[in-house]
């Protein structure tokens, strides 16, 4: 079974800096796309970035330029670089990956980032 461990959210100040990173299991398992979502209370669940297997991205227009997300597939983890952070950027952050075998979308439990004003 997959499994998702999230990690590096926090509080920041705006402008600051935090770098998230899943882990995804087992080892050895194969992923296809790789990304992050964004749910922040009361909205929906929104597209952050996302990473193929082949190292082509995707964001959302409201962190192109500030976010970098990146993936090491030997350790089947994925990173998400935020910079210049926002207090519009606080939400909770979830991880999610797909299946290279059953194309199935498997998700984490969630990171919380708050980003002060």
């Known amino acids: 079974q997959v499994h998702l461990v999230e990690s590096g959210g926090g509080l920041v100040q705006a402008g600051g800096s935090l770098r998230l990173s899943c882990a995804a299991s087992p080892s050895g398992f194969r992923f296809t796309t790789m990304g992050w979502y964004r749910q922040a209370p009361g909205k929906q669940r929104d597209l952050v970035a996302t990473?193929?297997?082949?190292?082509?991205?995707n964001y959302a227009d409201s962190v192109t330029g500030r976010f970098i997300i990146s993936r090491d597939n030997a350790k089947n983890t994925v990173y998400l670089q935020m910079n210049t952070l926002k207090p519009e950027d606080t939400a909770v952050y979830y991880c999610?990956?797909?299946?290279?075998?059953?194309?199935?979308?498997?998700w984490g439990q969630g990171t919380q980032v708050t980003v002060s004003s």
């Open positions: 990473i193929t297997s082949g190292g082509s991205t």
């Open positions: 999610t990956v797909e299946s290279y075998y059953s194309k199935k979308n498997y």
